[in-house]
């Protein structure tokens, strides 16, 4: 059975620092990777989608790597804002359906 | 329409009284899916369909649960004699391919007293 772990589950940083987020997940077998944001109250709004072929994606301030066969991927994120403040999840698509870690909820101080 | 739209966005039902819970999904797409999100835990599957056909409900907590899909559009998930341990946030998302990832809704807050 599929486990994706998130590590930290909190995380608080003074504001311009760059950040690494870790997600791993126990079956390599995956379809791809989704990394999302959740604001309290809020749903989820997608940041990065990583297909299974694939190492790296990148947008804005936000990069995600992947490393299917040690079944690790991490979220950086350049120089954080307190806008950046949220709960960050990562998914595996595996089997037509996403299995979601707990999530690492981020705190950046102004 | 433009994104993946739930109703209502809170609900607060006595315990017993059955709810329904409704899932509009982005215009085309085939997929949608259901997740239960308890409060600080990361979302957990329920159930996905197909257009109108139901292929995994494997992640429905007990027979109260049923989801209904039935011209592969709108989805509506009900809930009968609520518990109090059905408190959560229920999101719906859906999908064109699952090489396009998953676009969610904002969420309904359903609350048991």
């Known amino acids: 059975k599929q486990e994706v772990t998130q590590i930290p589950a909190a995380l608080s940083v003074p504001e311009g620092e760059n950040l690494v987020l870790n997600c791993s997940f126990t079956?390599?077998?995956?379809?791809?990777l989704q990394w999302f944001r959740q604001d309290p109250g809020k749903g989820l709004t997608s940041l990065l989608l990583?297909?299974?072929?694939?190492r790296e994606q990148t947008s804005g301030r936000l990069n995600a790597s992947l490393d299917k066969s040690s079944g690790r991927s991490t979220l950086y994120i350049a120089a954080s804002q307190p806008g950046d403040s949220a709960t960050y999840l990562c998914?595996?698509?595996?089997?037509?359906?996403?299995?979601f870690g707990q999530g690492t909820e981020l705190s950046v101080k102004p | 329409g433009a994104g993946v739209s739930q109703s209502p966005r809170y609900k607060v039902a006595k315990r017993g009284q059955d709810v329904a819970l409704r899932c509009d999904p982005i215009?085309?797409?085939?997929?949608l899916f259901w997740y239960q999100q308890a409060l600080g835990q990361g979302p957990e599957f329920l159930t996905y369909f197909q257009n109108e056909a139901q292929l995994d409900k494997s992640g429905l907590p007990s027979d109260r649960f049923f989801a209904e899909r039935p011209e592969g559009s709108v989805s509506t998930l009900k809930i009968q004699r609520t518990q109090q341990e059905d408190s959560a946030v229920y999101l719906c998302?859906?999908?064109?391919?699952?090489?396009?990832?998953?676009?969610f809704g904002s969420g309904t807050r359903l609350t048991v007293v």
């Open positions: 998914a595996v698509s595996q089997g037509g359906k996403l299995i």
């Open positions: 998302a859906s999908s064109q391919e699952s090489v396009y990832g998953y676009t």
């Open positions: 079956d390599s077998a995956i379809y791809n």
């Open positions: 990583i297909q299974s072929s694939q």
């Open positions: 215009s085309g797409h085939v997929s």
